[in-house]
């Protein structure tokens, strides 16, 4: 069992930044690829980042490339999403997700790959 917990979300104006945070708790978090999703209202939860156990590989969606960064300090068993150049349509509640499995590629989108689920932090961009 993985218990995770996001944080740092928040009202930005467009063009500002965030970090989120994603607290881990339970089994070894260490072993883990990570994965960023975000669901805005009415749409489906997609896929925006992951990172795999080592902070080796990474994994994107286009729509984030050169504005998103995702890290991890294991010592800390903490995710973090760095967003800068928030634009409107990065707008959604964003959770982090951890699969069951242990030493999995960061290259899994699909949200059925992933098993453990935060409660979601709201960011909110204003034009």
């Known amino acids: 069992q993985v218990l995770l917990v996001e944080s740092g979300g928040g009202l930005v104006q467009v063009g500002g930044s965030l970090t989120l945070s994603c607290a881990a708790s339970g089994r070894t978090f260490s072993s883990s690829t990570v994965g960023w999703f975000r669901q805005a209202p009415g749409k489906e939860r997609k896929f925006v980042a992951a990172m795999d156990w080592s902070s080796t590989l990474t994994h994107y969606v286009d729509s984030v490339k050169g504005r998103f960064t995702i890290s991890r300090d294991n010592a800390k068993n903490t995710v973090y999403l760095q967003m800068n150049s928030l634009k409107p349509e990065d707008t959604a509640v964003y959770y982090c997700?951890?699969?069951?499995?242990?030493?999995?590629?960061?290259?899994?989108?699909?949200?059925?790959?992933?098993?453990?689920w935060g409660q979601g932090t709201q960011v909110t961009v204003s034009s």
């Open positions: 997700a951890v699969p069951r499995r242990p030493y999995t590629d960061p290259g899994m989108t699909d949200s059925g790959d992933y098993d453990y």
